[in-house]
């Protein structure tokens, strides 16, 4: 366990040398405080395209403060996803072809140490990411739209981390045993594959991963009382991080370290 935190140190301070603990969050707040901004203002922007027939700008209606807020949140599931998917494709991928994964493994710390301080260096930036985008996406949304309950707010903003970080968890899977690229792009096609799927069959995928987001969405628009208890969703996500966490590990330790 302390070469475990011995490595997630070293990776924190990586980070933070990237200045990727500084960008990313700037990029999930500026997410977040777009949509309701641009929401807000739609009918000056309307209004300033003067191709716009008069009916359009008549019939508009300001959307409620639970749908801009869900909007905001659906942001992250396409940029914000791919700007953490491009962060993470590096982590294991790198560092088994510039040699210093077998640098590290040959010092007493394990493949599963190894992985999760990695895993765990993933999860630290997605939570303050997300973190500050949520509450950027709230304060403007309270101050133009309306107010939200904050109870509902952290409910949904928890079920779109799990999201993200199962996709995370794919990227971290595949860098163990492929290149950046192809580790990115596999897990960014896995996680749309989920997604599709949910939509077209929702009945049929409900219990997947993939439904957390539309699990977030009705949180916000209707209410904890509507949505219910659906713990399947959760639990199939946190068995796929696990499988995932898991099957990176077993790769680090089985496949021979490239020189």
Same mark, same amino acid.
């Given at each position: 366990m302390r070469n #475990?935190?011995?490595?997630?140190?070293?990776?924190?301070?990586? #980070?933070?040398? #990237?200045?990727?603990? !500084?960008?990313?969050?700037?990029?999930? !707040? *500026?997410?977040? $405080?777009?949509?309701p901004i641009i929401t807000y203002y739609m009918p000056e922007i309307l209004q300033a395209a003067n191709n716009v027939p008069q009916g359009i700008l008549e019939g508009y209606v300001m959307p409620g403060a639970g749908t801009v807020m869900s909007q905001a949140l659906g942001q992250y599931s396409t940029i914000g996803i791919l700007v953490l998917v *491009? &962060? =993470?494709?590096? %982590?294991? @991928?790198?560092?088994?072809?510039?040699? %210093? =994964?077998? *640098? &590290? +493994? %040959?010092k007493p710390v394990s493949p599963a140490g190894f992985v999760i301080a990695k895993w765990a260096g993933l999860f630290t930036i997605l939570f +303050? $990411?997300?973190g500050l985008g949520v509450a950027s996406a709230l304060y403007y949304t309270e101050q133009l739209i309306g107010s939200l309950p904050w109870m509902d707010v952290v409910a949904a903003a928890a079920l779109y981390g799990i999201w993200l970080l199962c996709a995370l968890s794919l990227t971290l899977l595949f @860098?163990?045993? +492929?290149? $950046?690229?192809?580790? =990115?792009?596999? @897990?960014? *096609? %896995? @996680?749309?594959?989920m997604a599709l799927a949910d939509s077209l069959m929702p009945s049929w995928f409900q219990w997947t991963p993939a439904a957390l987001p539309g699990l977030s969405a009705r949180l916000l628009s209707e209410g904890r009382e509507a949505v219910g208890v659906n713990l399947s969703p959760c639990l199939s996500a946190a068995l796929l991080i696990l499988f995932c966490v898991a099957g990176a590990s077993t790769l680090m330790g089985r496949n021979k370290l490239p020189k």
């Open positions: #475990t935190w011995i490595v997630y140190q070293k990776e924190m301070l990586e #980070t933070a040398r #990237t200045y990727k603990l !500084i960008w990313i969050p700037v990029v999930f !707040i *500026l997410l977040g $405080a777009m949509q *491009l &962060v =993470a494709m590096n %982590s294991l @991928s790198g560092e088994r072809y510039n040699g %210093s =994964a077998e *640098l &590290v +493994l %040959s +303050l $990411a997300l @860098s163990a045993f +492929l290149r $950046a690229p192809a580790a =990115a792009f596999l @897990s960014l *096609l %896995s @996680s749309a594959g």
